[in-house]
């Protein structure tokens, strides 16, 4: 079998262990006064259209250009039961794609979540609902001993190919050879089951990627990896991931509003749980939280 094949194969596998594990997601009742705050368009229209540009698990895993499961998904239908509205499916290309369709109108909002960065908030706002961290995903028992960025230095290390995670490990090599240590072998993948690949067939010591999409694919790894390096910044400032919807909107703080209410009557927490997200929990929704560039 190829990589390429067995990497396709591991996507097609991914949601059982979550799907067992699911804990009952609570029905909201329809909260009227939020309702009623709701653009004209939408409630006239009684639903709205959330962009996504494709599966980003476990947040959003699509299913069909109009349909998806994960926590997002959760999440997108619980605020549609609290606003009394239905929230519908989109995917396209690339985030221009899903930024250009909500500056135009034709979809209201992104669910995501998708990285909140001062120069994106520009022109959107950001309702942030998690933070994320970098993290790296080892051969089960850590054999290479990587805990930290300090520990790379002479170390394969698998990314996704002109990714953020690409830009650090490249710069903490040239700290290695720096200071007389042996640099780190960089390994560029396209995508994130052949990167999980190389580190499951012991080609790399590790993946250094974000910590929720790697908790999903460890989940499914049968044993063989773990995460190390857990909450920890390892080269990036923080990292806040929400909703987008256009700036200054009406709309932006129905779902502020709605989301601290997911959060006050543990609805929030109950999503996270059940896709193992409790890691990336934050205490409060909040706009636009990100206020430096990270680093």
Known sequence: MTIKTTAAALVLGLTAGFAQAADAIPTQKVDQALHDRLPEGIKKAGR???????????????????????ASADLTEALAQLLGVKIEHATVSGLSGVLAGIKSGRYQLAIGPVGDYPDRQQKNDFIDFVQEFVVFAVQKGNPAKINSLDDTCGKRIAVMAAGSAEQVIRKQSKVCTDAGKPAVTVQSFTDQPSSILAVRSKRSDAFFSSQAPLIYFVEQAHGQLELSGK??????????????VPKDSALGKVVLDGYQALFDNGTYAAIMKKWKLEGNMIKAPGVNLAKGEVK
Do not use: H, L, R
Not at 231 to 244: A, E, L, M, R, S
């Open 48 to 70: 709205m259209i959330s962009v996504n540009n494709g599966s980003f698990p476990p947040y959003e895993i699509v299913e069909s250009p109009t349909s998806m499961s994960g």
């Open 231 to 244: 909450g920890q910044k390892n080269g990036f400032g923080d990292i806040f991931q929400g909703t987008v």
